[in-house]
């Protein structure tokens, strides 16, 4: 049993671990593959966390472990755990894993150090029911973690037109595409549901899935919120648009969005 699995045996099956509820990923691999492309930017927390204050580390809603093998091989020294309430997710993270201090479940570790949310929130939002988010919320007010991080798609992009031209060019390129994405979520018109698009389009294998997940199910503000009541004050804050997707959507588009739209958040949270 390695180092990390020993630290973490005291996993409990508790209440705060729901049952999956989102529809099947049609293709996984290429599911995470898609995903892995802006793992730079999720690194965003590297130099701004004093790694002396902490020992024990849960990434969770790991899929694959591409991240946690990451974290792992950069603190060799550290605790590092990878939680997926998705079993087939931990199983291909399990595959050629050798880390010493890495240990991989699908069992909610029972506490630890740093939790790390990476695109997770607008998940537990969009597939969770009310007692469920609920849930999530009950059980990392138990598990204390001193540092909360936090990166995913928490803005305040609203109804304001965009750039007519732009639209015009995602349209063109992916009439289909567009066209399921207008019915659930109305034009693509708008700052809001123009970038909703854009964030989505390449899951192109799991089409039917993505497109009806809300990616901006959780709100910026909803988060503050709740981190506040839990009794955390926020260590950084930074929103952004992330280097990755301005290079990708200027590729596939030839438009530059530029600086203008804040749609990703990253947060670390400090327990007071
Ligand atoms: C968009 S992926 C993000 C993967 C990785 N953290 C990253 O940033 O690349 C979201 C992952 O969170 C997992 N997930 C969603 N809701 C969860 C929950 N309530 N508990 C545990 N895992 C969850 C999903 O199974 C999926 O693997």
Redesign the pocket.
């Known amino acids: 049993m390695s180092k990390s699995k020993q630290l973490f045996q005291e996993v409990i099956q508790n209440d705060f671990?729901?049952e999956?509820k989102?529809m099947k990923?049609q293709n996984i691999k290429s599911?995470?593959t898609v995903?892995?492309l802006?793992?730079f930017d999720?690194f965003f927390w590297l130099d701004k966390l004093d790694s002396t204050k902490w020992q024990d580390f849960v990434?969770?809603?790991?899929?694959?472990g591409?991240?946690?093998k990451k974290i792992a091989d950069i603190f060799p020294e550290k605790n590092i755990c990878g939680?997926?309430?998705?079993a087939e997710?931990i199983g291909y993270a399990n595959q050629d894993c050798n880390f010493e201090n890495l240990y991989f479940t699908?069992v909610?570790p029972y506490s630890s150090d740093v939790v790390?949310?990476?695109?997770?929130l607008?998940?537990?939002y969009h597939?969770?029911d009310k007692a469920?988010i609920e849930s999530?919320w009950n059980w990392l007010e138990t598990a204390k973690p001193k540092y909360v991080i936090v990166?995913d798609m928490l803005n305040d992009l609203d109804g304001k037109p965009i750039i007519n031209e732009w639209v015009v060019k995602v349209k063109n390129k992916y009439p289909k595409f567009v066209k399921d994405f207008e019915k659930k979520y109305g034009d693509i018109n708008t700052e809001r549901n123009f970038f909703h698009f854009l964030l989505k389009y390449s899951y192109k294998e799991n089409w039917v899935r993505e497109c009806a997940e809300n990616y901006f199910a959780c709100s910026l503000s909803e988060v503050e919120h709740k981190m506040k009541t839990l009794g955390y004050r926020v260590l950084h804050k930074d929103t952004t648009t992330s280097p990755y997707f301005k290079q990708k959507w200027e590729r596939d588009f030839v438009f530059f969005v530029g600086d203008n739209y804040q749609i990703f958040s990253k947060l670390i949270f400090e327990k007071i």
């Open positions: 671990c729901f999956q989102s990923i599911y995470n995903m892995a802006s793992y999720k990434d969770y809603g790991c899929a694959d591409f991240l946690t939680f997926d309430y998705n997710m699908s909610l790390l949310l990476s695109s997770v607008h998940e537990i597939y969770g469920q999530f990166r």
